[in-house]
């Protein structure tokens, strides 16, 4: 079992909708990371959390340390929003152990 | 600030041949992280470097790969002997002090295909 969990793998949704992708996580943490991935292209920090909730714009992460649970949530989503979404969390030492990442597709 | 810059984009390699991966981080960051990310995989920690030293290489493979980041210039992440399984894309990050609890910054990403 990996010891970073996201659900769904695949998320396909139309222009507008509320998309929340999930991350579960089984060992300790100092930190977590959402990123945004493009095909062919480079990786972007969406976020670091330790405890609570942040927002950018559209974007909401919260994070649950209890019960070991991030969320990541895209309000009125848009074609651009189409990306692969990574979370990642910082355990020991220096690195970090990625999800296997969230393929969203947002529809016109 | 031109952010962590990646070079090559692509690389291709023959069988055999060398590969090296070039990465500048950030201005003012002095520790810098590779990861690598197979087809169809997630991303896996490589090598964590603070200017001339290695602090954890735990996820290198043993063998063919090697990773430096000098005094001056870029860090270098080098592959000896390549082969096809090494085909991957490979991703540095920088950050300004010795913990990933900063932000990540991620450069482009190389994109290596040995054929």
């Known amino acids: 079992k990996n010891e970073v969990e996201q659900s769904p793998q695949n998320l396909t949704a139309q222009e507008g909708e509320f998309i929340t992708i999930n991350c579960s996580y089984s060992v300790g943490i100092s930190a977590l990371h959402w990123l945004q991935q493009h095909p062919g292209g480079g990786i972007v920090s969406l976020f670091m959390l330790s405890s609570g909730k942040k927002k950018h714009g559209r974007l909401i992460a919260t994070i649950n340390i209890q019960e070991k649970h991030s969320s990541l949530h895209i309000t009125a989503s848009h074609p651009r929003d189409s990306a692969v979404y990574i979370c990642?969390?910082?355990?020991?030492?220096?690195?970090?152990?990625f999800g296997e990442g969230t393929q969203l597709t947002v529809n016109p | 600030n031109a952010g962590v810059m990646q070079n090559p984009r692509h690389l291709v390699r023959r069988r055999g041949q060398e590969a090296r991966l070039r990465c500048s981080p950030m201005k003012g960051h002095s520790h810098v992280y590779w990861y690598r990310q197979l087809p169809e995989e997630g991303l896996k920690f490589m090598v964590y470097l603070q200017k001339e030293n290695i602090i954890d290489e735990s996820g290198m493979p043993k063998e063919r790969f090697s990773a430096e980041f000098p005094k001056e210039g870029p860090s270098i992440l080098r592959i000896q002997q390549v082969v096809r399984g090494d085909s991957a894309a490979y991703f540095c990050?920088?950050?300004?002090?010795?913990?990933?609890?900063?932000?990540?910054?991620f450069g482009q990403g190389t994109r290596l295909t040995v054929v």
């Open positions: 990642a969390v910082r355990t020991s030492g220096s690195r970090l152990t």
């Open positions: 990050a920088s950050s300004g002090r010795g913990s990933m609890n900063t932000e990540a910054f």
